[in-house]
T-cell receptor
Framework: DAGVIQSPRHEVTEMGQEVTLRCKPI?????LFWYRQTMMRGLELLIY????????DSGMPEDRFSAKMPNASFSTLKIQPSEPRDSAVYFC??????????????FGPGTRLTVT | LAKTTQPISMDSYEGQEVNITCSHN???????ITWYQQFPSQGPRFIIQ???TKVTNEVASLFIPADRKSSTLSLPRVSLSDTAVYYC????????????FGSGTKLNVKP
């Protein structure tokens, strides 16, 4: 299994530009999560999907952020327009449904975003 | 939301056993305790999970006292490659939006 795949691994863009981050979850996983990690705020859950449907987006910081999951094998996180404070590492994770409350998430390698 | 408190950092030497304790005084009845490990420039990786008493796998052991207000991750005979940040999470597995990673514990293993 290739694990969770994210692209690009690094992204440098100028303020005001649109940024699109991509994620391919592990095949068969029903849940997909987007996280953001910064030194100041740690690892924050932005949004998660179940069977391609967004369930909770309360962690999305602003309307500039949007996420989609058009099918079971692909999701995007878009920032438009981007701002310097969006600079962070963005992780995608996927998981199976909890089984007898046993549960673990599988994280991708992350996308390091720098907005200048 | 059962937030957690962990030491910010710990130092150890190769070959030693390391115990990282996490405090979670407000843990709810349905909450499980989960530990993740994160290496630099990588995403977190699941280590171990438990509800009560003791859980052991090939990587670590997790000790949970009867009141469940704390838990201890035990890493036997650490090596330099165990240098990482360790996160303790407490939450109901059916409420993912309540997962809180916190700041974690930075473990530094020295030769």
């Amino acid at each position: 299994d290739a694990g969770v795949i994210q692209s690009p691994r690094h992204e440098v863009t100028e303020m005001g530009q649109e940024v699109t981050l991509r994620c391919k979850p592990i095949s068969g996983h029903d849940y997909l999560f987007w996280y953001r990690q910064t030194m100041m705020r740690g690892l924050e859950l932005l949004i998660y999907f179940n069977n391609n449907v967004p369930i909770d987006d309360s962690g999305m910081p602003e309307d500039r952020f949007s996420a989609k999951m058009p099918n079971a094998s692909f999701s995007t996180l878009k920032i438009q327009p981007s701002e310097p404070r969006d600079s962070a590492v963005y992780f995608c994770a996927s998981s199976l449904p909890p089984l007898n409350r046993a549960y673990e998430q599988y994280f991708g390698p992350g996308t390091r975003l720098t907005v200048t | 939301l059962a937030k957690t408190t962990q030491p910010i950092s710990m130092d150890s030497y190769e070959g030693q056993e390391v115990n990282i304790t996490c405090s979670h005084n407000n843990i709810a009845t349905n909450d499980y305790i989960t530990w993740y490990q994160q290496f630099p420039s990588q995403g977190p990786r699941f280590i171990i999970q438990g509800y009560k008493t003791k859980v052991t796998n090939e990587v670590a052991s997790l000790f949970i006292p009867a009141d469940r207000k704390s838990s201890t991750l035990s890493l036997p005979r650490v090596s330099l490659s165990d240098t990482a940040v360790y996160y303790c999470l407490v939450g109901d597995q059916y409420n993912f939006n309540k997962f809180y990673f916190g700041s974690g514990t930075k473990l530094n293993v020295k030769p």
